[in-house]
Nanobody, 126 residues
């Protein structure tokens, strides 16, 4: 079992930045590919970014290209989502997720992830 805890969400003005963190426990973090998803009110959960187990490969949604960056520190069992140039359309609950690595590139479909955090709210005001 992998336990994931997100942090770093909050309220920010449009154009601002936030960095989300997701810390894992329970298993060897470096064995897992990690992803970030988000869900806005009334909408389905959508893929944001993902990173493979050693940090060498990332994938992203077109909606965040050039604005968001994913990274990980396996020594700290933590994956990060750096979000810049935020817009009100980025307002959502952000979730990190994990699955035991073995795919290339990392997965972008939520149902293919095995473990999920509880989510952290990001609100961008206009």
């Amino acid at each position: 079992q992998v336990h994931l805890v997100e942090s770093g969400g909050g309220l920010v003005q449009a154009g601002g930045s936030l960095r989300l963190s997701c810390t894992a426990s329970g298993r060897t973090f470096s064995n897992y590919d990690m992803g970030w998803f988000r869900q806005a009110p009334g909408k389905e959960r959508e893929f944001v970014m993902a990173i493979n187990s050693n940090g060498g490969r990332t994938v992203y949604a077109d909606s965040v290209k050039g604005r968001f960056t994913i990274s990980r520190d396996n020594a700290k069992n933590t994956v990060y989502l750096q979000m810049n140039s935020l817009t009100p359309e980025d307002t959502a609950v952000y979730y990190c997720a994990a699955y035991e690595s073995g795919t290339n590139p990392p997965r972008t479909i939520a149902t293919m992830y095995d473990y999920w955090g509880q989510g952290t709210q990001v609100t961008v005001s206009s």
